[in-house]
Nanobody, 124 residues
Framework: QVQLVESGGGLVQAGGSLRLSCTAS????????VGWFRQAPGKEREFVAGIRWSDGSTYYADSVKVRFTISRHNAKNTVYLQMNSLKPEDTAVYYC?????????????????WGQGTQVTVSS
């Protein structure tokens, strides 16, 4: 059983940066893909970025390309989401999710394990 814990959310002004972390307990991420999703009030959950642990391949939503970077730290079994040039529309609860798969997908239903979420608020 994989348990995911996110951290790093907070309040930041527009144009600022935050780094989110997602640390797994239980099995290592070595056979997994890990994704970041977000959900703003009144909106559907949306894919933000994903990484395939085995080869480091990444995939981003168009809305965050260039501004966000997903990366991994093998020894810490942790995935990071570096968020730069934040905008008020990035405000949401951000969730980390993992799937025991090699298929790097933006489809949330394909992910088996989810963290509890961390709030990111960007003020204008």
């Amino acid at each position: 059983q994989v348990q995911l814990v996110e951290s790093g959310g907070g309040l930041v002004q527009a144009g600022g940066s935050l780094r989110l972390s997602c640390t797994a307990s239980g099995p290592t991420f070595s056979s997994y893909v890990v994704g970041w999703f977000r959900q703003a009030p009144g909106k559907e959950r949306e894919f933000v970025a994903g990484i395939r642990w085995s080869d480091g391949s990444t995939y981003y939503a168009d809305s965050v390309k260039v501004r966000f970077t997903i990366s991994r730290h093998n020894a810490k079994n942790t995935v990071y989401l570096q968020m730069n040039s934040l905008k008020p529309e990035d405000t949401a609860v951000y969730y980390c999710a993992a799937a025991r798969s090699s298929w790097l997908t933006p489809q949330g239903d394909s992910y088996e394990y989810w963290g509890q979420g961390t709030q990111v608020t960007v003020s204008s």
